[in-house]
């Protein structure tokens, strides 16, 4: 039959060649894997480590390689990073910190989650020691602001319709509260004055 494979039956398709395993791990493949990941985000030191071993495992796996044999590779990359200053815990956290404030994050949760993000316990609160410097020392002045802002982005106390306040107040209060501020600040915040009523 004429365009039939040797070997096959009418109708059969030829096998398809295994495919090719990855280019090898390699220093040179390392620097530009960390490159890309830094231009699309903003990372702390362990965040880069991360990545980079999760992507040395998988091309070491399909080359059927111990990943643990580039351990030091990654490693080198990371601390290339970092010495040029791609990488700095410090700016990260202040970074990082600033934008969890924003989003109403307290102190609790912005630690919980910059820990999360491999920064350094000293690092962080070298970060939450600058917050407060800023703010003139007024630790309570910084998370009260947060509080308000996450009950502004969750229509918690204030945000609430009128008549709905007082039925979600136990609520509102638990949800503060999950959020990691305290009982008084969480009370204070959900019995404020809406927005514009202050004066």
């Given amino acids: 039959m004429l365009g039939a494979v040797p070997g096959k039956g009418p109708g059969e398709r030829p096998e398809a060649p295994a495919p090719k395993p990855p280019r090898p791990v390699t220093p040179a493949w390392l620097e530009r894997a960390a490159l890309h990941y830094l231009e699309r985000y903003s990372a702390s030191a362990e965040m880069l480590r991360r990545t980079l071993a999760r992507r040395v495992e998988k091309r070491a796996r399909a080359r059927e390689e111990d990943p643990a ?29 600033a934008t969890l404030r924003r989003r109403g994050t307290s102190t609790r949760g912005a630690s919980a989650k910059l820990a999360a993000k491999g920064v350094p316990r000293a690092v962080v609160e070298a970060a939450m020691a600058a917050e ?17 802002a996450y009950a502004r982005r969750r229509r ?9 306040r007082a039925a979600h107040r136990d609520r509102d209060l638990a949800a503060l509260a999950r959020a990691g501020f305290g009982y008084g600040l969480a009370r204070d915040t959900v019995d404020a004055e809406p927005p514009g009523e202050e004066d």
């Fill in 69 to 97: 044999a580039f351990a030091e590779m990654v490693e080198a990359t990371v601390a290339r990073a970092v010495s040029a200053g791609l990488v700095d815990d410090a700016r990260f956290a202040r970074a990082r910190l």
């Fill in 132 to 148: 407060r410097e800023e703010a003139e020392d007024d630790r309570q002045a910084v998370e009260a602001e947060a509080a308000l």
């Fill in 156 to 164: 918690l106390g204030p945000f609430r319709r009128p008549d709905q």
